[in-house]
C-alpha cells in the first residue's frame, strides 16, 4: 500500500473509504455484495470488500459476457475513484502532488498484495478480444484496451462523483473505525447505512 507517510491510522480510513467505492458500485450494477473488512499483514494495510463477481443468469451471447466483464472493471475502478475523493476530502496536499494515473498505480492492496490496476489488466485483453480483432502491435493493442478502460473508468466516475452514499457512509464508517476501532462492517450493517443515506436525503 503506498503513501508511507501516512499513520496506519489514516491508512485504515483510506482503506474504508476505497472498498466502500467497490461496495456501492458493485450493488449499482446488481452484484450480490457483503461485508466489507480492513485489517493490517505483512503487506501493510489491507481492505477487502466482499462482491460476488458471480453472474446471476447464463450469459448466452458474447456481449452479455462483455457487460459482465465490463461491470466487474467498472467495480473495480470505483475503488480506485473512491480513493481519489478520499484525499480530496481529507489529504488534499496529496492529492494535489499527484495525478490519477498515480492513484491507479500505486493503489489499496487486498489480503494477497493485488492492487486493482493488476486485476483489471487480467480482464482487459479478454474484453478486447470480445470486441475487437486485438491489434498484433503493442502500442495499438494498448490503444484499443485503453478505450475500453476509459469508459468503464467515465461510468464509475460518473456514478461516484457527488454520490451521496459515499459521503454519508464513508463518515460514518470512518468514525466507527475511530471512535471504537471497528475495522469489519457487516452486509446488514452497511445495507442500513445505506437506508439511513437515502433517508436523510428526504428530509
Not at 489488466?121 to 494498448?142: C, F, R, S, Y
Amino acid at each position: 500500500m503506498i503513501h508511507n507517510t501516512l499513520s496506519t491510522d489514516k491508512q485504515c480510513k483510506r482503506a474504508i473509504y476505497h472498498e466502500l467505492g467497490h461496495w456501492l458500485m458493485g450493488r449499482n450494477v446488481g452484484f450480490d455484495v457483503g461485508k466489507i473488512i480492513i485489517g493490517t499483514s505483512h503487506v501493510g494495510v489491507y481492505g477487502n470488500s466482499a462482491i460476488n463477481p458471480s453472474p446471476k443468469t447464463k450469459l448466452d451471447s458474447t456481449n452479455a459476457i462483455y457487460e459482465h466483464l465490463f461491470n466487474r472493471v467498472c467495480i473495480l475502478n470505483a475503488g480506485v475513484i473512491a480513493d481519489i475523493l478520499w484525499h480530496k476530502k481529507y489529504e488534499l496536499e496529496i492529492d494535489s502532488k499527484n495525478d490519477t494515473s498515480f492513484f491507479y498505480n500505486n493503489g489499496v492492496m487486498d489480503k494477497t498484495a493485488i492492487t486493482d490496476k493488476g486485476k483489471i489488466e487480467e480482464l482487459l485483453p479478454i474484453m478486447n478480444g470480445i470486441v475487437n480483432t486485438p491489434a498484433q502491435d503493442e502500442k495499438l493493442l494498448k490503444k484499443q484496451m485503453d478505450a475500453i478502460q476509459g469508459k468503464a473508468w467515465d461510468s464509475s466516475l460518473s456514478f461516484l462523483q457527488n454520490n451521496k452514499d459515499l459521503e454519508f457512509m464513508g463518515s460514518e464508517l470512518i468514525k466507527e473505525f475511530g471512535e471504537f476501532g471497528k475495522q469489519h462492517f457487516t452486509t446488514e450493517y452497511l445495507i442500513k447505512l445505506q437506508e439511513n443515506s437515502r433517508a436523510s436525503e428526504s428530509l
